[in-house]
């Protein structure tokens, strides 16, 4: 074998494996390739969903943005609902029949590589926490979500259907139908006063915001809170790889 061709082999082995993070969300499903440090390969793709999104057009959507993109060897989805082990319990902005959905399973039959999947705002947080210490992570979005981190572990949890203020949940207040309806200045006032709520329930010592509706955040965020972009969200498509205890479906 000629020398130059060695040498292209080896360059090809280096960035992998290579993960098609998947972001599912209720307005768009965004799809990117990044190396295995959680830098983009390629240039982000997103299929806006469709109404009534249900197991079977969500899968189609996710197999047709996988053909988008150039070669990967694993699959990691962020899930706006509850989901243990592959399996989706809930998806409260999605369509009909997602409860008890193998959606791992489904997924790496489909692709034909491991896929490992996971509520989105846990994956988001493992893109982002430190770490170390008591660690929140919420989303701004069509949904309102919500993970908790020990020292870097993941403890899901489900405010956005929990009571916030005059009887209306985290979500009914802070998700994407809240600020069309109630407009920037008042849903910023409910942010602030959110965020003061969540402390005093957590004590966090670092609270991380994300979610496309964050970039409406204007005013001076208390000093353990900060903004996190999409970027840093990706990192958690690689971070699911690493070993939560979690599991992974293949073909
Ligand atoms: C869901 C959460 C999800 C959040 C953000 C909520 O409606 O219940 O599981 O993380 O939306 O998508």
């Known amino acids: 074998m000629a020398q130059g061709s060695v040498k ?75 989901l243990k082990d592959g399996v989706v319990y809930s998806a409260p902005n999605l369509g009909k029949g997602w409860s008890s959905f193998t959606l791992e399973r489904r997924l790496a ?70 600020l069309k309806r109630k407009g920037r200045a008042k849903w910023q006032r409910l942010l602030r006063e959110a965020i003061g709520e969540l402390k005093k329930a957590f004590n966090y010592d670092r609270l991380y915001i994300g979610g496309g509706n964050a970039r409406y955040i204007g005013f001076k965020l208390p000093s353990d809170t900060r903004v996190v972009g999409n970027e840093e969200g990706l990192l958690g498509g690689i971070a699911l790889w690493r070993d939560h205890g979690s599991h992974e479906a293949s073909e």
Not at 123 to 143: A, D, F, W, Y
């Open 8 to 82: 292209v082999i080896r360059r090809s082995r280096q960035g992998t494996p290579r993960t098609l993070a998947i972001d599912v969300g209720g307005t768009g499903i965004k799809a990117e390739v990044l190396d295995p440090d959680g830098k983009p390969l390629d240039e982000r793709t997103r299929v806006r969903t469709p109404k009534n999104a249900t197991p079977r057009k969500v899968t189609r959507i996710i197999a047709e943005l996988a053909n988008m993109h150039g070669a990967f060897e694993r699959v990691s989805v962020g899930f706006p609902g509850v």
């Open 109 to 178: 039959k489909k692709l034909k590589v491991p896929v490992r999947v996971a509520n989105d705002a846990d994956v988001q947080g493992l893109g982002c926490v430190s770490g170390k210490g008591l660690e929140l992570t919420i989303t701004l979005g069509t949904g309102f979500g919500s993970t908790l981190f020990i020292d870097g572990r993941p403890i899901h949890l489900e405010l956005a259907h929990h009571p916030f203020h005059k009887g209306k949940t985290y979500e009914d207040e802070l998700g994407n139908r809240a």
